[in-house]
């Protein structure tokens, strides 16, 4: 059999530990992920569109993750990579009306929104 090759999505250690016995050693590490990372980022101003704000999901969703956005501009940023076939509502839907962050919000709480 060939090499293989298994991609899977970044991970960073939080913590480690060392067990021993007679005759073995394990290690175990703790691991975090993107997921985990911006659910601790937290907004440190308010965005509140106003009434002509153009912005659409799409656009919102990069910027929060980008670290555009004003408000989470202080956090790590990140890729977004978008498939072909996503829905299009994402390009046409201005969601000013009904969406918020507030200091203290978290970056993943803004994107499940």
Known sequence: ?????????????IAQT???SPGKLDCTLS???IPNLIAEDKANASYIPDSDDTKSVKTLINAI???????????????VEWEDGYDNLAD?????DS???YVGGSRL???RR
């Open 109 to 111: 709480a803004a994107l």
């Open 92 to 96: 046409t839907y201005k969601p000013k």
């Open 65 to 79: 993750i980008a670290k555009t956005l004003a408000c989470y501009s202080h956090c790590a940023a990140y890729a």
């Open 18 to 20: 060392f067990n021993s």
């Open 31 to 33: 691991l975090i992920g």
């Open 99 to 101: 969406f918020r962050i």
């Open 1 to 13: 059999m060939g090499e293989e090759y298994d991609a899977c999505a970044p991970l960073w250690v």
